[in-house]
């Protein structure tokens, strides 16, 4: 028999408020991502996308709502018919399931490349510092990035950096993999390099993807399911296919023909 969490979604938004100040971002935001499900969230700027990343990573938290992780919720729970803020460690909990992929890299500039990748393992998951350094080489060689483990961030090329930090984010082994612009602050000769190796990850894993991108033809490659936000809602939602060829919305077509 399936346990709980094996029919339960990787991610759920359940009536979801997001405000900064009086400006309500996501308003009663409903959706859920299927486990090993890549979804690409596309939009025009300031649609709330990024939002809805951070509040997955519990860089921000909802004002209302809840959100679930594999059924668990992420920062605060229904109890007794009220909204409860759920204890640090809990959070800590679910939060080390989930690896995030930022536009500016976010690597720690004053550690090795090494150093970057098994601070996490060490410090969060506990791991031993050999079998973390083991782990490191295998997806430094995944990312082609072998001869760097001795050099600092900042003696690395842009697509470089992003490369060590998608190896970062693998080790630790997230169920949920987080893709926020990931080749924005790239120049465009470089992005190839950085989504090639994204493709492989897709490929070959079952990690869940929630994807921000503005590289359409990555986001038709890598995603099974596309959804258009627009003023924090969704719009319009369905197979790349269908969203990149024959989108229903106007709001839709006006934005894909704006971007592709
Ligand atoms: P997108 O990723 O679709 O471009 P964002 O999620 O970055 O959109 O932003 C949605 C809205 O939230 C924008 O109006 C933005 O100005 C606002 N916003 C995002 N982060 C903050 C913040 N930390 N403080 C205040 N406003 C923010």
Redesign the pocket.
Known sequence: MPSQTDTEPAIRFDNVE?R??D?V?LHDLNFSVAKGDRVT?I????????????LVMTL?EANNGYIYVDGEPLTHEERGGKRVELKEKHKNEVRKRIGMVFQQFNLFPNMTVMENLIEAPVHVLKMSKADAIEKAKGLLEKVGLSDKENAHPLELSGGQQQRVAVARALAMDPEILLL??VTSALDPEIVGEVLNILRDVAKETDITMLI?THEMQFARDVSNRVLM?DG?KIVEESDPETMFTSPKEQRTRDFLSAVL
């Open positions: 997001k900064f100040g400006n971002v969230l939009g025009p700027s300031g649609s709330g996308k990024t939002t809805i990343l951070r921000e926020d612009e921000v936000f924090g």
